[in-house]
């Protein structure tokens, strides 16, 4: 059975995915590879955060009453996540490749500290506190994500 949890982890992996590409396009020193697939990668990341913040966050929140806990901090890590990805790609469009990998190694670890919280606190937490809404807020999530 699909929960939120592994749903929403196989998007974190697919946007992991894009930015392996766009690292391994800078190695090569690829820059309009790396700048596609950059590109992909900032708008699945903004499509993951959108639903999050749109769907799966006022869900938990209106389900539980907690709005001040877990999707309060994840909220505010999207908003550095977010200026990190707009520095990101302001740097690799001027192909300043030094000053993107920098910024990459910070969105990095930002990313794998952040998603870490999400699979292992609270995407189970969504799918102890929604067990009752779980076809259709994975219907909704679904729906978004494959819109973008």
């Known amino acids: 059975m699909t929960t939120i949890r592994s ?7 697919r946007c992991d995915d894009f930015f392996a590409e766009a690292e391994q396009a800078i190695g090569k020193q690829n820059i309009a590879a790396a700048r596609a697939a950059f590109g992909h990668f900032q708008s699945s990341v903004l499509a993951h955060f ?3 913040e749109k769907t799966l966050f006022p869900t938990f929140e209106a389900k539980t009453g907690m709005s001040m806990g877990p999707t309060q901090v994840m909220r505010m890590e999207h908003q550095q996540m977010r200026a990190l990805l707009d520095d990101a790609r302001n740097a690799i469009e001027s192909g300043d490749t030094d000053d993107y990998l920098g910024l990459a190694e910070t969105l990095l670890i930002m990313m794998q500290q952040h998603n870490m919280k999400e699979e292992n606190i609270l995407y189970p937490m969504c799918d102890q506190h929604l067990s009752a809404e779980l076809p259709a807020v994975l219907e909704r999530l679904e729906m978004e994500l494959c819109d973008e």
């Open 50 to 52: 959108e639903c999050e």
């Open 7 to 13: 749903f929403m982890t196989d998007d974190h992996r």
